[in-house]
């Protein structure tokens, strides 16, 4: 079965500072991947996505991920963040599974940016 | 663009009663998704429409739960009888075909059974 792991609850970063929120996965066969913001009381909304190509892909809002085949992650970065980014970020594959195409979020990830 | 639209946005009812959530997709989207999301979790896939055709209920508990898209546009995911552990946001979400496998999710409908 295909699974998403984001191990954590919450990641806390100071305004101006590199962010990195970690997604990793197990999936048969080739994924797609993406990452979708969830602002409060608001609904998800699409961030990026990798389905092939460049293993570095950029998204909305100055984010950008990088799909690592060897090490299956789909971590999510930003060089600089801001308060305004303070959200709940999910990961999410596609692939595959049991003769459906499946698609499986992760449990998200609070990111807090301390001005 | 209207995004996607989903009523009511809030719905509090007792257990064993029934309750409908409606979803009207973006305009020329094809496919349509209901995804249930508990506190704290992601979401999950309750059923995948091709237009009116679902292809995907694997994971929809049809012993009280129901989903309908007659004219392949706009949908209803109905619960007959809710349990209290149908408590969640119910998301609706569609995606065009051919548009690059990306999702548009709308506000969801938050069900409080109690």
């Known amino acids: 079965a295909q699974s998403v792991a984001q191990p954590e609850d ?16 197990s999936v048969s066969g080739n994924p797609y991947l993406f990452w979708y913001v969830q602002y409060p009381n608001r609904g998800l909304q699409f961030l990026l996505k990798y389905i092939t190509g460049d293993n570095l892909v950029k998204g909305s809002y100055g984010f ?19 308060v ?11 692939a595959f599974s049991g003769g459906y195409q499946k698609v499986t979020f992760g449990i998200g990830t609070k990111l807090q940016v301390i001005p | 663009e209207a995004g996607v639209v989903q009523s009511p946005r809030y719905k509090i009812i007792e257990k064993k009663q029934p309750v409908a959530f409606w979803c009207n997709p973006i305009s020329g989207h094809n496919t349509l998704y209901w995804y249930r999301q508990n506190l704290g979790q992601g979401p999950e896939l309750l059923i995948r429409y091709e237009n009116e055709e679902a292809v995907d209920d694997s994971q929809l508990p049809k012993d009280r739960f129901s989903a309908e898209r007659l ?9 007959q009888p809710a349990e209290l552990g149908d408590s969640a946001v119910y998301l609706c979400a569609s995606k065009e075909r051919g548009g690059g496998e990306t999702q548009y999710f709308g506000p969801g409908t938050r069900l409080l059974v109690l």
Do not use: M, W
């Open chain 2, 71 to 79: 004219k392949g546009v706009d949908s209803t995911l109905k619960i």
């Open chain 1, 84 to 94: 305004s980014d303070s959200a709940l970020y999910f990961c999410a594959v596609r």
């Open chain 1, 64 to 82: 950008e991920a990088e799909f690592n085949k060897s090490q299956t992650s789909f971590h999510l970065k930003k060089p600089s963040a801001l």
């Open chain 1, 10 to 25: 919450q990641v806390n970063v100071a305004e101006g500072n590199p962010l990195t929120v970690k997604c990793t996965y």
